[in-house]
């Protein structure tokens, strides 16, 4: 039996409450919608393509982990993505919110 991706411990009241507390919003699609996970399985590419085979075997979870947590450093501050003007994410995002808290110029008459 297939489990949902929409499963019980993604609708919990309890893990709701998580989220709440921690400012998330959750995002659950509909059964069958192919572009809920578009962006998550496009990372997953990435991560595998980038990372996972070209330098496999890998010799201990240790090893994994050290790799993933430098790999997600370079892929958010160093690697250049098209989609966002050729910027890592975090230099995309620090533009949107100094671009977005800038004071607005307001007329009185």
Same mark, same amino acid.
């Given at each position: ?6 499963? &019980? ?33 496009? #990372?997953?590419?990435?991560?595998? #393509? ?28 160093r690697r250049l993505h098209g ?12 533009n949107h919110y100094k671009e &977005? #808290? ?6 009185? #008459?």
């Open positions: 039996m297939q489990e949902s991706v929409a499963g &019980s411990q993604y609708t919990s009241f309890r893990l709701a409450e998580h989220l709440d507390v921690a400012g998330i919003a959750a995002s659950i699609g509909s059964v069958g919608d192919a572009y809920d996970n578009a962006l998550m399985e496009s #990372t997953i590419g990435l991560y595998e #393509t980038e990372l996972i085979k070209p330098r496999r075997p890998w010799k201990s979870l240790s090893q994994v982990e050290l790799a993933t947590a430098e790999w997600v450093d370079w892929y958010n501050h989609e966002i003007g050729h910027v890592p994410p975090a230099e995309y995002e620090a &977005s #808290t800038k004071p607005q110029v307001t007329t009185t #008459t």
